[in-house]
Each structure stands twice: as C-alpha cells, then as structure tokens.
C-alpha cells in the first residue's frame, strides 16, 4: 500500500476536515475548513509516519495468511491432537515470517 496526503489528513483530523483535492501533491489541496491547514511538512511527516508502520507489519499480513481458519481453530479446541497440529502450524509460521526487532 502507498499512502499519500489524502490518508494523512484522514489521520490528522480523524473527525473530518474540508478540504477539496484536485491532485495528489499538496499544492492541489484547496482548504476550507476553518482550522488551520497543516504544512506541507506535517503531512508529508504523517505518510512516512503510516507508510513506515505499515511496511514494519508486514509479517502479520503474511502470518494472517498462513495462519489456521477459525474453523480449525474451534475443531482444535475440543481435540488435543488438532490443537498440537495447530500450535505447530503456527511455530512453523512464525518462523517463516519473524517479527522484526
């Protein structure tokens, strides 16, 4: 995913702000909302800010895919053989796919 300017006021006024985009870059941003419009630095802070958060996880999207369906969850919970087959899928997985540190 590619964030821009559009995903960082999102986060920057998460209870709406007006504003009309003609463009991605910043100066196609035409305010109107009484509050002041963030700098082209503020903005430009908040997508490295979520662009970095997002890639830092991307081990838990590619866990999440690999990971047992819920319904093998809720079949392992009245099994201890499937719920051991379970734990090991998920060692096995989070090997694969370590968390960084």
Known sequence: MKFDITHALIKLYPEGAKFVQEGIEY???KWVDERPKPTEKE???K???LQTDYDA???QRDRLKEYPSIQELVVALYDADDKAE???KRAEIKKKYP???
Request: neutral net charge; charged residues 45%.
């Open 99 to 101: 968390k960084p540190e």
């Open 57 to 59: 996880k991307k081990y």
């Open 27 to 29: 100066s196609g941003l």
């Open 86 to 88: 379970i734990d090991k």
């Open 47 to 49: 997508v490295a800010e």
């Open 43 to 45: 903005l430009n802070d």
